[in-house]
């Protein structure tokens, strides 16, 4: 089955720092990739998503992140934090080896420190 | 658009009680999703609808839990009796159903069970 890993469950940056997320997937076919972000006491809101096309992917607010098959890595980065970007980041795979099923990460928690 | 709406937002009830999770999906979206959320850890799928018929629940734990999607459209999840691991929020998302893996789940705010 495939498996989502999301090194480090919390990460604190200052405002203005750069933000990266890590995200790495266990699958031989590379699947489609997701990264959502939940606010407190929020529902789950789609930042970006990888399917094939370019390998570095740019979503809302100022989000991007880059596939990297060579490492099975999909990590986001922002390069200049806001105070606002506080929140759980989640990835998550559509694994197409397996029926689209959908896994998440277990999540990293962004600390901004004004 | 109106987004995905659950319902009711908080519930807190003893353990062997029953308790159950309304969803209305994103209209037109024919897949409906629901996860189940505990403390510290990422969404986990719980069952996977197209339409009124279930592609997925090999996650839910039959003997407790139910879902039905009647029409298509709203959903409901039940659990009974209730245990204590089974406080979570629970979220239902909704997708347009392509059948490619590649689409946007839209997930309402969840409902954050406590059992007791």
């Known amino acids: 089955a495939q498996s989502v890993t999301q090194l480090g469950s919390h990460v604190s940056v200052s405002e203005g720092a750069l933000v990266l997320l890590r995200c790495n997937y266990s699958s031989s076919v590379p699947p489609y990739l997701f990264w959502y972000v939940q606010y407190p006491n929020q529902g789950l809101q789609l930042l970006l998503k990888y399917t094939s096309a370019a390998t570095l992917v740019k979503g809302i607010n100022g989000f991007e992140a880059e596939f990297k098959k060579s490492e099975t890595s999909f990590h986001l980065t922002k390069p200049s934090a806001h105070m606002s970007d506080a929140a759980e980041y989640f990835c998550?795979?559509?694994?197409?080896?397996?029926?689209?099923?959908?896994?998440f990460g277990s999540g990293t928690k962004l600390n901004v420190k004004p | 658009e109106a987004g995905v709406a659950q319902s009711p937002r908080y519930k807190i009830i003893e353990k062997r009680q029953s308790v159950a999770f309304w969803c209305n999906p994103i209209?037109?979206?024919?897949?409906l999703y629901w996860y189940q959320q505990i403390l510290g850890q990422g969404p986990k799928l719980l069952i996977q609808f197209q339409n009124n018929g279930v592609v997925d629940d090999s996650q839910l734990p039959k003997d407790r839990f139910s879902a039905e999607r009647l029409k298509g459209v709203d959903s409901t999840l039940k659990i009974q009796p209730a245990k204590l691991e089974d406080s979570a929020v629970y979220l239902c998302?909704?997708?347009?159903?392509?059948?490619?893996?590649?689409?946007?789940?839209?997930f309402g705010p969840g409902t954050r069970l406590l059992v007791l």
């Open positions: 209209s037109g979206h024919a897949t």
């Open positions: 998550a795979v559509s694994d197409r080896n397996n029926f689209n099923k959908f896994y």
């Open positions: 998302a909704s997708s347009l159903d392509r059948g490619t893996g590649m689409e946007t789940q839209y």
